[in-house]
């Protein structure tokens, strides 16, 4: 293992606790207001959420074989599945700025425009709606950011830069992209599976 | 260079690992449609942790690299364990000190957090 | 310039006076640590100086190469943390102490505000920025914050805690020697901080009487039921009756079974979060949504009033808890301090 | 201790180096090599250094009156400005962002560090940061105090609190990028023959730094961002008044600030035993136990934060499990003074002024340390929670320790860094000088604590004002310290006698390259075949 890939592992670790800070929050918050934190689920749309997911699995998945093209030299290969994964990264993004419209609409922005349809929770329930917004928008920050490594991978693919002698960039950006996935593998339950649906 | 190391995995591994995600993504949601209480959390908590772990172990090739690798995995997990834990332990123990003793040991009084 | 030096120098204090029944054992605990502090910092000292001068560079000395004595690591690991316990374990057997207030202790409520000190007595006496508690008699202070985070604390009794806003805190003393001293804000809370200070004062029984002379506006339950009924609380909260609202007599520091399946005791806290954020907890049974928020509406004195009136509503409660009560102290001043 | 082939005679008349190999504001501010970059960061910390120290003579001027001299609100955003400056852009990044920066490729046999140009990009984000909070004092400062405690900083304060936070928010990921650059270094660029055994103590100190960095940074950084939305928004995130928990950000807080201190200290101590060891002519005593020492304290300082809130209203449990183990990370610590203070034993000490530097760190850093105990036991804590008992502690272990150290090094590495010897009677001189005026300033503090004056008052109770003046007087002489050595070394660059390759007669790979060392460090990667420290064969091994 190269120094490359040590560092970005190194970066992970990193990133690991970016996001724990938001987790901790989340764990204290979710134990101090159980009810307020269940009555948001009516707001999340499972649907989406779970679509959202598998999309998101789905790039993982095309990534990882981007890699193996990478390592076994098959250009061609690389350039579709780092397309693929692009688009998959990209039909993420669209599916959450939709829910991010809907909850818009709904006023359910924290801090701007929050108003709770059951007046009890208003206060906690907008903790809750914060964070959410805090992660899934941090979570889509890093979203953005990998498309732009996507991209950048998707040139040098192109110009024939990668081989079997080289491909850390390749890996990098992989494990980036699949850290990514993780975080969201727990937002979802901790976000939109929160209450108890009937 | 790393070239030498590196175990190509095989397509039908990544499939079938992708598979597992899709379906383990099916279960946590319909999961949460039962009701078990505390359960539920922990069920959900469980299965994320799952994926997570099949996505760093086969997608992130943790299984074919080396021991300072996951030593690194570990520690992040560690770490963030030590931030979550500790700080909910200060929630989670405050009652234990300054709750009153109730009046009558009634029922409920029991289980209170 | 030298007699500015005689005035700075007569004011000098090295060690701040012991005025409460816990300042003598947490004096005990600091003297043991200075002393331990002063042995291991002259020890190293005498180390360092002694080592240096006896191997300092001469010619033709050499050095000689050690490796390191697993021995002597251990030991110097392992004896002094087994010293550090001795200082843990007092420091929590004292904390403890100081976490848990004996049932007859006067209450007392402080409310922090900046820059200022609000004190209440159950008698209904008010006053700002200073505090009159009885020799001998332990007093427990329910702190509440208006705004930021402030720190009470009084150094001659070496007591301190932080007032968070949002919750009550609270801490014990027993004052043991007649006298003032300084009380201060010690969480830094803003422009004024260093104003937020002033006396407390520590009486004999007969003083203290007579400084007691009651509130002019009746005692904190008075004020407290001249408030909930000003606020239209009566309307549902019935005395006899079950009403929209739940029953408050009898209720203060019982179990109470809230509609989301979990129980909490019916203290100060639960007793300040139902009113001024109603529908945070409701009682198991009751609708939320019908009593209207007061945050914003009663300052955090206020609220020490109503509680103070719901807890007169249960006589089971210990007498020293009780707002209607005429001051504990004046009827069985203590003849000894605890501890 | 490594086989380098010296190719370049000694009597070039000027040698090529890394500061002479080129010219021009774009060869410094463009540059990749470790060694520029360890030389901007050095002017940009002592930049801030004296913006801090500015602060603090002038809040100290405050505090010779018992009411004050300036009003408080001045006051208030001096000492506070003061901590931020020192915390964030002085300490943070002193040592390992300078002397570590400059010295860890050089120890390890590398050319430069595992990423050069991220290397670069940390000092930009350190300036960038650094404008921001600049920004924020010239606005007219903040006033929260360096600890940025919500709900004050949140809602109440109508201070600079946004751009303060964003610049500290910005400079932490210097500082993870650092952290970052130093593991990766530190495991993947050894020279051949350079095992994990045999790696200077420096090295180690920064390697759990570095871990550090990496682990606690992001943690502060999500917090600030918190309180960022929090001031602007309203989202009620630490916001008592809708729902949030002014003590969560407390834990988040210090789960950084706390390991922060040791970011501060650990690389100091690795500075000590290499002085240690060179001006006692001496391996280490117990090489084994202070490079693992440097590991205990780096994962035990992550579990021991909640001491900081032990009045807060923290649970009483965890209060005590805090206690407990602030207590346990208290022996590693001690193991490190011990060792040190051994290292003199049957050695051959010279008395130079890096060494004095050493004396007084190991006195100062073991009053602090110890101090440090009265603040782990529950009950102490107590007592002087949030007085001047606090402020001297840790001024004992940041200021007298760290500073200490930092000068030490300082002096130590400048014949490396620049080619040049400062005056040795005046830096001894301001050794003692510094050492004096920083016990007048600090001792008096410890008193006055314990009586219980409270930390971040512009005026006071007149019976502290005696040992308020003597604490003032003290500050002025320690700030006379600190100018003496900024202007020998100024003086130094310019017409200091030449130092030659190796002055101290040290061992370590950097002794053995010329100074100021050439851009790539080595002509070729060293092997290295001996242990460190080799100032002759072992005779005596116990134990």
């Not at chain 1, 918050?29 to 999309?55: E, Q």
């Not at chain 4, 999500?222 to 939305?229: A, P």
Request: charged letters at 10%; hydrophobic letters at 50%.
């Amino acid at each position: 293992m190269d120094a490359s890939m040590l560092g970005m592992w190194t970066f992970l670790i990193t990133e690991v606790l970016f996001f724990g800070g938001m987790f901790a929050a989340y764990a204290v918050y979710r134990n101090m207001y159980p009810a307020a934190f269940a009555s948001t689920s009516k707001f999340m749309d499972v649907i989406l959420g779970g679509t959202n997911t598998a999309v998101l699995i789905c790039s993982s998945l095309t990534m990882v074989l981007a890699v193996r093209a990478a390592q076994l030299s098959k250009r061609r290969d690389l350039i579709l599945f780092t397309i693929l994964t692009m688009i998959f990264g990209t039909a993420f993004l669209v599916i959450k700025a939709f829910e991010y419209h809907s909850k818009w609409v709904e006023h359910l922005i924290p801090g701007f425009d929050f108003q709770y349809d059951e007046p009890r929770y208003q206060h906690n329930a907008q903790i809750l709606f914060f964070l959410y917004f805090c992660m899934t928008g941090m979570h889509a920050l890093h979203m953005i950011v990998g498309l732009g490594l996507l991209t950048y991978l998707l040139v040098q693919s192109v110009r024939r830069v990668f081989n079997a002698d080289y491909f850390a960039p390749v890996e990098m950006i992989g494990l980036y992209w699949h850290f990514v996935d993780v975080v969201w593998i727990f937002l979802f339950p901790l976000l939109y599976l929160i209450g108890h649906r009937r | 260079m790393s070239t030498h190391h590196i175990l190509i995995p095989k397509v039908s591994t990544l499939v079938a690992v992708w598979a597992a995600l899709i379906v383990l993504t099916g279960v946590t949601s319909a999961v949460s449609y039962l009701e078990l209480g505390e359960w539920n959390i922990v069920v959900a908590l469980l299965i994320a942790l799952t994926k997570a772990s099949l996505v760093a172990w086969v997608f992130m090739a943790v299984r074919h690299s080396t021991t300072l690798t996951r030593l690194f995995c570990v520690a992040g997990l560690a770490w963030l364990s030590i931030l979550i834990l500790l700080t909910y332990s200060d929630y989670h123990t405050r009652d234990w000190t300054y709750q009153a003793k109730p009046w009558s040991t009634n029922k409920a009084a029991g289980d209170s957090r | 310039m030298p007699a500015s030096l005689t005035l700075l120098l007569a004011d000098l204090q090295l060690f701040p006076p012991a005025a409460s029944a816990q300042a003598g054992p947490i004096d005990a605990l600091y003297w043991f640590e200075v002393i331990v502090s002063a042995i291991m910092t002259a020890g190293i000292f005498i180390a360092v100086i002694f080592l240096a001068w006896k191997y300092r560079r001469r010619a033709n000395v050499r050095a000689t190469q050690i490796e390191g004595s697993t021995f002597l690591e251990l030991s110097w690991s392992i004896l002094p943390f087994l010293v550090m316990l001795v200082m843990f374990w007092w420091g929590a057997k004292l904390f403890f102490a100081a976490q848990n207030p004996p049932k007859d202790a006067m209450e007392v409520f402080v409310t922090g505000k900046q820059w200022m000190w609000k004190v209440q007595y159950p008698d209904g006496t008010r006053e700002i920025n200073a505090l009159h508690v009885p020799v001998g008699q332990p007093v427990k202070l329910t702190l509440a914050s208006e705004d930021v985070i402030h720190s009470f604390s009084v150094p001659a009794f070496r007591v301190r805690h932080d007032v968070v806003p949002g919750h009550y805190d609270s801490l014990w003393f027993t004052a043991t020697k007649p006298g003032r001293y300084r009380l201060y804000c010690t969480e830094y809370c803003g422009n004024q901080h260093a104003s937020m200070g002033g006396w407390v004062d520590v009486m004999d029984d007969r003083e203290y009487a007579n400084w007691a002379g009651g509130g002019s506006h009746g005692s904190l339950a008075e004020q407290g039921q001249k408030l909930f009924e000003q606020n239209g609380c009566s309307t549902c909260h019935q005395l006899d009756q079950q009403g929209r609202c739940p029953i408050l007599r009898g209720v203060y520091n019982k179990p109470v079974q809230l509609d989301d399946g979990r129980t909490v005791t019916a203290d100060d806290s639960y007793l300040r979060e139902s009113i001024l954020d109603p529908n945070a907890k409701v009682v198991s049974g009751f609708q939320p949504n019908i009593m209207p928020n007061f945050k914003g509406q009663l300052s955090e004195e206020q609220v020490i009033q109503l509680i103070a009136y719901v807890k007169s509503l249960s006589p089971a409660t210990p007498a020293s808890q009780q707002g209607v009560q005429q001051r504990p102290v004046v009827i069985a001043p203590r003849a000894k301090a605890p501890q | 201790m490594a086989t380098i082939a010296h190719g370049t005679p000694e009597i070039a008349a000027e040698e090529v180096n890394y500061l002479n190999v080129e010219h021009g504001w774009k060869s410094w501010l463009l540059t990749t090599d470790h060694k520029r970059i360890a030389f901007l960061y050095l002017i940009s910390i002592t930049a801030m250094f004296f913006v801090g120290g500015a602060m603090a003579v002038l809040f100290r001027i405050n505090l010779l009156q018992p009411e004050g001299i300036f009003s408080a609100e001045t006051y208030n955003r001096l000492f506070s400005m003061h901590g931020i400056v020192m915390v964030f852009f002085f300490l943070v990044p002193s040592i390992p962002a300078t002397l570590a920066n400059f010295l860890i490729p050089i120890m390890v046999g590398a050319k430069d560090l595992a990423f050069p140009r991220v290397n670069l990009l940390s000092w930009y984000l350190y300036i960038f940061g650094a404008i921001f909070t600049l920004y924020a004092v010239i606005r007219g400062g903040v006033d929260t105090g360096w600890t940025f405690y919500a709900p004050y900083s949140s809602t109440y304060s109508n201070s600079y609190v946004l751009s303060a936070a964003m610049g500290v928010f910005i400079a932490g990921f210097s500082s993870i990028l650092t952290g970052l650059n130093f593991i990766v270094t530190v495991h993947k660029m050894r020279a051949p023959g350079m095992t994990w055994g045999r790696l200077p103590l420096f090295v180690w100190a920064n390697y759990g730094t570095g871990l550090i960095q990496v682990l606690g940074t992001p943690v502060l950084a999500i917090t600030l961002l918190l309180l960022f939305f929090e001031r602007v928004a309203h989202v009620g995130i630490f916001d008592p008044n809708i729902g949030g928990d002014p003590i969560l950000f407390q834990h988040l807080f210090w789960f950084y600030s706390h390991p922060a201190v040791y970011i501060m200290i650990l690389p100091g101590m690795g500075v000590i035993s290499e002085i240690v060891a060179c001006f006692s002519r001496k391996r280490v005593f117990g090489y084994n136990f202070v490079a693992f020492s440097s590991m205990g304290i780096a994962v035990l300082s992550f579990v021991v934060w909640g001491h900081h809130m032990f009045v807060t209203g923290e649970a009483m449990y965890t209060s005590v499990a805090f206690s407990f183990l602030s207590f346990m990370v208290a022996v590693p610590s001690a193991i490190k003074v011990f060792n040190w203070t051994a290292t003199m034993y049957k050695g051959s000490v010279s008395f130079d002024t890096p060494m004095l530097y050493c004396f007084g760190f190991i006195g100062l850093f073991t009053i602090g340390g110890l101090t440090g105990l009265f603040l782990a036991a529950l009950a102490t804590d107590v007592a002087t929670h949030g007085t001047y008992f606090i402020v001297a502690h840790f001024h004992y272990v940041m200021v007298g320790g760290m500073v200490m150290a930092f000068l030490g090094g300082l002096h130590f590495w400048w014949p490396k860094i620049t080619g040049r010897l400062y005056p040795e009677a005046w830096a001894k001189f301001a050794a003692l000088i510094i050492f004096i005026g920083f016990n007048l300033t600090f001792f008096p503090q410890f008193i006055l604590g314990y009586l219980g004056m409270p930390r971040r008052y512009h005026a006071y109770p007149p019976e502290f004002q005696a040992l308020n003046v003597l604490s003032t007087a003290g500050a002025s002489i320690l700030g006379i310290g600190y100018l003496i050595p900024m202007i020998y070394f100024v003086w130094s660059l310019k017409a200091g006698p030449k130092a030659g390759p190796n002055p101290w007669g040290a061992t370590g790979l950097e002794w053995e390259i010329q100074s100021p060392p050439t851009t790539f460090n080595f002509d070729e990667t060293p092997t290295v075949t001996k242990e460190a420290y080799d100032y002759g064969p072992v005779e005596e091994i116990v134990g």
